[in-house]
């Protein structure tokens, strides 16, 4: 698998002889990658979602996975995850997660506890958390899809903010039809939050109509001057998912092919190819990793790939 270019600045990313190495494959639905940097190692979600019929269907209740690149094998650290799919860490290095089936935002602390971070907005419950990032501020931000469940309470796509203390929750962004992923730029002052826009050219593919919004980051955590920042199309089946930037403020997001690389101005500079070629096996999320955090780990409905690239990622630091 190689590099579509679309730009020469993309050189400077990626490196011409750079490859993507397949590292686990067999995966019922893989998402939320982490890099742990004080264990040397990525964890990621195995959601529990497998192709049957052009559709997903649930095969268990979730699993969470250690990858170690010292063995360069991945083992089950816990199940069940109430399937699990967006995971990062907080300032303090705790795990939040976004639980799926049980519709809430959690945390992991330290003696193996679950405190809730968020499980309903005004007295209605969420409807599919999806992804997640915290701020410096110890801010979390979160993505629920909305809608794609019959019968919730929520029934509209939406990014939600709940403060450090965890005492307020704020929705920030709404007006999607299937938000999906969100990142920071490196200094914190724009959230990129995407969706998941698109029609089936036909049953095998997914043709993306999907977009990238920026929205400008007050001193308050709310959000304000939403504009267009890219659309993802093309004809290679993928959509807007996963999003993450480096630290001179490229951004990378999930798209038609594999993984769209956009500059700072939203120009598309070229797209990482991940080799999905039909609906039931899109690229899903990605994450920075490695003692440099110029690995860049990504995950597929099926399978944990990597790429090594020459500009750093804004890394997931704690503690």
């Known amino acids: 698998m190689t590099v579509l270019k679309q730009d020469a600045a993309l050189d400077r990313i990626v490196a011409p002889a750079a490859r993507v190495e397949v590292l686990v494959e067999g995966l019922a639905s893989a998402e939320g990658p982490v890099w742990i940097a004080e264990e040397k190692c990525l964890l990621f979600s195995e959601v529990g979602l497998k192709p049957v019929g052009g559709d ?37 290095g ?83 039809q299937l938000v999906n992923g969100l990142a920071f730029s490196p200094d914190e002052s724009i ?48 959509m807007p998912d996963g999003m993450k930037t480096d630290v001179e403020g490229n951004v990378y997001c999930t798209g038609p092919g594999g993984v769209w690389i956009m500059n700072a101005a939203g120009k598309h500079l070229g797209t990482i190819l991940t080799d999905v070629r039909h609906n039931v096996n899109n690229t899903t999320n990605m994450a920075w990793g490695g003692e440099d955090w110029k690995t860049l780990f990504i995950t597929t409905s099926s399978s944990l790939l990597s790429i090594r690239l020459q500009i750093a990622g804004v890394p997931v630091l704690c503690c």
């Not at 268990?60 to 990062?88: F, I, L």
């Not at 990129?192 to 593919?205: C, E, F, K, L, R």
């Not at 043709?207 to 959000?223: E, F, H, N, W």
Request: glycine content about 8%; some cysteine; proline content about 5%.
């Open 191 to 238: 959230l990129y939050i995407n969706d998941s826009q698109g029609v089936y050219a036909h049953p095998d593919t997914f043709k993306s109509q999907g977009t990238i919004r920026a929205y400008d980051v007050r001193p308050s955590g709310m959000l304000a001057n939403s504009r267009l920042f890219c659309e993802l199309r093309g004809s290679e089946s993928g």
């Open 56 to 92: 997903f269907k649930p095969v268990h209740h979730g699993r969470r996975y250690k990858w170690d690149p010292a063995s360069r094998r991945s083992s089950v650290v816990h199940e069940p995850t109430n399937m699990t799919n967006g995971m990062t860490r907080d300032p303090q």
């Open 94 to 176: 705790r795990l939040l997660m976004c639980e799926y089936a049980s519709r809430r935002v959690t945390r992991l602390e330290p003696d193996g506890s679950i405190t809730v971070v968020a499980s309903e907005y005004r007295g209605l419950r969420l409807s599919g958390p999806n992804d997640i990032v915290a701020k410096s501020d110890g801010s979390i931000y979160f993505t629920d899809t909305g809608g794609v469940q019959a019968g919730l309470d929520i029934d509209y796509s939406a990014v939600f903010r709940v403060s450090a203390d965890l005492r307020s929750i704020n929705l920030v962004a709404r007006d999607f």
